[in-house]
C-alpha cells in the first residue's frame, strides 16, 4: 500500500482531528505529502468534515496542531468528496482511512452509524 492515514482525536472534541500518514498519498493531481513537518516524519495534517451544497467534503489541512474553533481554509491541501451512507457498525471515534485496489482506492471517513466513502485514482 502506498501509505495510510490515522486518526487520533474525536470528531468535536476541542482539538482539531489530526492524522498522520507513513507515506505521501496521491490522491488523482493532489498529494497529500508526509515529511510536511520535517524530514523523515510522518505526514500530519487536521481533516475536517465540510458541508458542501447537499454533499460533504473531506478536507485535509496542513494545519495539524490547532483547535477546533482555529480553522483557517488557506492552508488546505485538498478536498476529497464524499456521498454520505449508513453503516452496520457504530463507530465510537471518528475512523479515516484509505484501502487500495491496483490504481484505485476507498477513502472511507465514519463516525457512529455514518460513513463518508470516496472512490479515488491514485496517482502512479
Known sequence: MRG????TTLVG???ATKTFTDAALPLGDLLIANENAGPNCAGTNSVWLKREGDGWNLVFNEEADIWGSMYDPEPNVVEVPL???KCDTE???FDVNLT???NEGVLRAARGSQAWPAD???AQ
Do not use: D
Open 91 to 93: 463507530w465510537k471515534w
Open 100 to 102: 487500495e485496489r491496483g
Open 120 to 122: 479515488l485514482a491514485l
Open 4 to 7: 495510510h492515514v490515522v486518526v
Open 83 to 85: 456521498a454520505l451512507t
Open 13 to 15: 472534541s476541542a482539538r
